[in-house]
């Protein structure tokens, strides 16, 4: 079976894992990793549904995953979010989603997010461009910073770089269209692939949060890199990606506001 149809199968599956109990948690099936951050069973219980899937395909697979951590094998690395927006399933705000990307000898091949409540998948493989349910997208046309739509996420868990992100924020925010915060940077990430937004940044991210998104983003024409322009983002967590016509414009404001950090391997559990 081809990566890209496994990743599809393990994310539905966990896709109607989710919906099953969506709305109907329990406080005790819900657990506080640190301040602001949360983990339900369904999250553990979907990621060992992917592997499993995964598994049975690839079976001497690496994964790379939010609640199992890392485990060795070969030369496929699947990396996994087996809930990205677990505050806003807790809460019952229709904005979650499942991400798996695959890496083979650390080049990204395939990708996929799914949206479970609206039936929405997005899939990308290297070369061969990016998708909604099997219809070809692209990024928007924008061109300019003031016509664009932007999207973020608010970095609650990077408490010290407050200051430097509202900075960002306010600056961005002032100059361009419009502004929207999720709560699930791979459906941020997807929305751009897509056309819906035009520029997403954010900080203090881990590469399950990102890896799908990033090869939706580069297969639909848009560009991905860290916040100075670097392509660091998938170890530093710190990411800007536009549509690729506003990448200079909104990097010169990233790249002021932040403190550059030095370019740094592996990737931070969050």
């Known amino acids: 079976m081809k990566l890209l149809d496994t990743a599809v199968q393990a994310a539905e599956k966990a896709g109607a894992l989710l919906l099953s109990s969506y709305g109907r948690l329990k406080n005790s099936q819900i657990r506080v990793k640190t301040k602001n951050d949360f983990v339900t069973e369904l999250d553990k219980a979907s990621e060992e549904l992917i592997i499993r899937t995964i598994r049975k395909s690839f079976p001497s697979s690496a994964f790379q995953a939010e609640e199992s951590g890392n485990t060795a094998g070969g030369d496929l690395l699947w990396i996994i979010d087996p809930l990205d927006g677990t505050a806003n399933y807790i809460h019952q705000f229709p904005l979650f989603a499942v991400s798996i990307a695959v890496m083979e000898k650390g080049v990204l091949n395939a990708g996929v997010i799914y949206d479970p409540l609206r039936k929405e998948l997005f899939t990308a493989e290297k070369g061969k461009g990016a998708r909604l349910n099997r219809k070809t997208i692209r990024v928007s046309p924008v061109a300019r910073m003031a016509d664009a739509m932007m999207a973020t996420g608010i970095p609650f868990r990077a408490r010290n770089r407050f200051k430097e992100y509202f900075a960002s924020l306010e600056t961005i925010a002032m100059n361009t269209a419009g502004m929207r915060r999720g709560g699930s940077a791979?459906?941020?990430?997807?929305?751009?692939?897509?056309?819906?937004?035009?520029?997403?940044?954010?900080?203090?991210?881990?590469?399950?949060?990102?890896?799908?998104?990033?090869?939706?983003?580069?297969?639909?024409?848009?560009?991905?890199?860290?916040?100075?322009?670097?392509?660091?983002?998938?170890?530093?967590?710190?990411?800007?990606?536009?549509?690729?016509?506003?990448?200079?414009?909104?990097?010169?404001?990233?790249?002021?506001?932040?403190?550059?950090?030095?370019?740094?391997?592996?990737?931070?559990?969050?």
């Not at 900080?203 to 392509?231: F, K, M, P, Q, Y």
């Open 186 to 270: 791979a459906l941020d990430l997807a929305y751009l692939a897509s056309g819906r937004f035009d520029g997403f940044w954010e900080i203090n991210l881990s590469i399950w949060d990102i890896a799908a998104g990033d090869l939706l983003v580069r297969e639909a024409g848009g560009e991905v890199t860290d916040l100075w322009g670097r392509d660091n983002h998938l170890k530093s967590g710190d990411v800007l990606a536009t549509n690729g016509r506003i990448h200079p414009q909104i990097r010169a404001i990233t790249s002021k506001m932040f403190t550059s950090k030095p370019l740094v391997s592996g990737t931070k559990k969050e």
